[in-house]
């Protein structure tokens, strides 16, 4: 089969500026899709490299680095993989996952910040109440945000790994979870959770005087049942990690996800987990594929992956004898011996030749455009 070309940089630059004219997109999202439709090409410079043994040129160029950009968050999932398996505690681990109905959609989008700072909050109270009212410990997790589903839709929910192991108020350690199958009852989450993010919602809907907009929705939302889904614990500290790394740095949708690009808007692979989670096909406008992108886009320094409780540096030395220690870890690599270990691909190493070594032999500036995706010259930019 060959290999798919379409990237998440191929739609921006063909829908970016319908997309500016008809969604009126804020300038940070802009300056994201703008920064990620110019990953690795030349308008961010780069650099000319010779191999040292048959003289074979290659250029490269610069990553944007952003979060959101699916080409740039590999490399970085491995090396915090790689940097939490070191500090990992030898325990089984709970996967617990918040989710929030589909209703609270527009009262997210109308403050996503506080929403998703609510979401972290109410989560982290939740999980230490039961900690201590069901074992009488503090219980500590590692968090991770999700805002979206595979369809692209706004779905905000959190992924917490939660160790199987709390600490007593006399700071003793103590095994929690029954038989690694079971940990707190679910629908007790579920109403402590949803109890506690409600408030917070009407708190600052009524601060900024909208309660009366959204309370039929909040109304609606306490009189329905929430789902927070609880797996039984998971392996080792290794399997633990392993299995977080895939939630960590993802972003919306990857470019392998892209299937086809044309006139009639953008085709993606979605699981649809209404139908056992079969991979179909879905085709949206070109417009439309960016709105849905650009929702996910956090807000400007928001932190989406978080600790609290024992898996906090308060607690190092209370924790300490169930720090998993392995001995494949070398700390005096340098980052890209790490990735050559972990990749196991050195782009370094002459492509032509496969033996020689590329060195840079000239830096190559960053290249102005003369036009920009969302403001091309044709356009009215006074419009």
């Known amino acids: 089969m060959a290999r798919n070309h379409l990237e998440i940089a ?15 997109p804020n300038n940070y999202q802009l300056t994201i899709l703008n920064a990620l439709q110019q990953c690795r090409t030349a308008e961010l410079g780069g650099h000319k490299d010779k191999c040292d043994s048959c003289g074979e040129e290659q250029y490269s ?11 740039c ?42 929403f998703y700072e609510s979401l972290f909050a109410c989560a982290k109270e939740t999980l230490c109440a039961f900690g201590y009212s069901h074992y009488g410990v503090e219980t500590g997790a590692i968090s991770v945000l999700h805002t979206w589903g595979q ?9 917490c790994i939660v160790p199987a192991v709390g600490i007593t108020p006399r700071g003793q350690l103590k095994e ?14 579920s109403v402590t959770f949803r109890g506690k993010l409600l408030e917070a919602l009407k708190r600052n809907l009524k601060k900024k005087n909208r ?13 329905k049942p929430w789902v927070v889904y609880t797996e039984p614990s998971l392996g080792n500290a290794r399997q633990v990690v392993n299995y977080l790394a895939k939630y960590t740095h993802r972003v919306a949708i990857s470019n392998s996800r892209i299937k086809n690009m044309d006139s009639n808007g953008v ?34 320094g928001f932190v989406k992956i978080r600790y609290f409780g024992i898996l906090t540096s308060a607690y190092r030395e209370q924790v300490k004898s169930l720090k998993t220690k ?34 840079p032999v000239e830096l190559l500036p960053r290249v102005r455009s003369p036009d920009n995706v969302f403001y091309p010259r044709t356009m009215n930019l006074n419009q």
């Open 10 to 24: 191929s739609v921006i630059k063909r829908y970016g500026a319908e997309f500016r004219m008809q969604c009126s």
């Open 61 to 71: 160029y610069n990553s944007c680095g952003n979060r959101h950009c699916p080409k």
């Open 73 to 114: 968050q590999i490399a970085r999932q491995m090396l915090w993989a790689e940097d939490r398996m070191r500090d990992s505690l030898g325990v089984k681990h709970f996967h617990i996952v918040f989710t929030v109905p589909d209703e609270l959609n527009p009262i997210c989008m109308a403050d996503s910040l506080f």
């Open 151 to 159: 369809n692209l839709n706004l779905h905000p929910h959190l992924h």
């Open 176 to 189: 929690i979870g029954s038989q690694g199958k079971y940990l707190y009852p679910v629908r007790q989450l």
């Open 211 to 223: 309660l009366p907009e959204f309370q039929s929705v909040i109304d609606h939302c306490y009189a």
């Open 267 to 300: 085709t993606f692979s979605y699981k649809d987990y209404a139908d056992n989670a079969n991979q179909k096909l879905m085709t949206l406008t070109g417009v439309e594929f960016l709105r849905r992108f650009a929702m996910h886009i956090l807000p400007r």
């Open 326 to 359: 392995p001995d494949i870890f070398q700390l005096t690599e340098t980052r890209q011996q790490r990735l050559v270990r972990l990749t196991g691909f050195d782009p370094c190493k002459c492509p032509k030749c496969k033996t020689g070594t590329l060195h």
